[in-house]
């Protein structure tokens, strides 16, 4: 069962504009969720993070939105960078559990 | 730095061989991760541990041993490879499990012919 759910394999975006990619989840025990990047032939690595007792978090380019009631979080990228192009994976923790989506690919086209 | 290491990065074996993966964390963290990603799935936990002497099952142990005798290694068994366990294997090593950023391995890539 797919616990944690990306429904858009993949997303395009021009350089400079927005990029919004989606998170969905079913287990109301997460309560620490993360997003993480993944270029090809590397690991993952860490881009930001949000606890369930927040509904925002920023770092510089990158916000991450939870919305508890609808089970549901979004990662902003503004203004979206060339280098930006990667898999973007989202990822809910609960004491024991991790589960990942299955990734957006995003594409900043220069 | 160097983080965390896996050995090796490529491997073929053929249905009912055995073979370990090795990873290796030089950061001191407590917690340490084992993944596979198969595509169209993302990334699924196979075994974690909280310490040394201390391993727990993921969502798809079944295949899989593995064992921590000290802080920085945490390999991986396979005891009798199935053609369903062709995948990327990733380890990762954190502060604390799930609510601090880990730090990801760069993969093995398994093939069970």
Redesign the interface.
């Known amino acids: 069962d797919q616990q944690v759910k990306q429904n858009s394999p993949s997303l395009s975006v021009q350089e400079g504009r927005i990029s919004i990619l989606n998170c969905d989840y079913t287990n109301s025990m997460f309560d620490y969720f993360l997003w993480y990047k993944k270029y090809p032939a590397e690991g993952p690595t860490f881009l930001i993070s949000i606890s369930s007792i927040k509904d925002k978090n920023e770092d510089g380019r990158f916000t991450v939105f939870l919305n508890k009631s609808a089970k549901h979080l979004s990662l902003h990228i503004v203004p979206s960078q060339p280098g930006d192009s990667a898999v973007y994976f989202c990822a809910a923790s609960a004491p024991g559990d991790m589960r990942f989506g299955a990734g957006t690919r995003l594409t900043v086209k220069p | 730095n160097a983080g ?1 290491t896996q050995t090796p990065k490529f491997q073929v074996l053929k249905t009912g061989q055995s073979m370990t993966l090795q990873c290796a964390q030089d950061m001191n963290h407590e917690y340490m ?1 084992w ?1 596979r990603q198969d595509p ?6 196979i075994h ?1 541990s909280v310490g040394a002497g201390i391993t ?1 099952q ?2 798809v142990p079944n295949g899989y041993n593995v064992s921590r005798s000290t802080t920085e290694d945490f390999p991986l068994r396979l005891l009798s490879a199935a053609p369903s366990q062709t995948s990327v294997y ?1 380890c ?1 090593s954190s502060y604390g ?3 601090t ?7 093995t890539r398994l093939t069970v012919v």
């Open positions: 965390v991760s993944y169209g799935m993302g990334l699924r936990l974690y727990d993921g969502e990733f990762a499990f799930g609510d950023e880990a730090f990801f391995g760069q993969g």
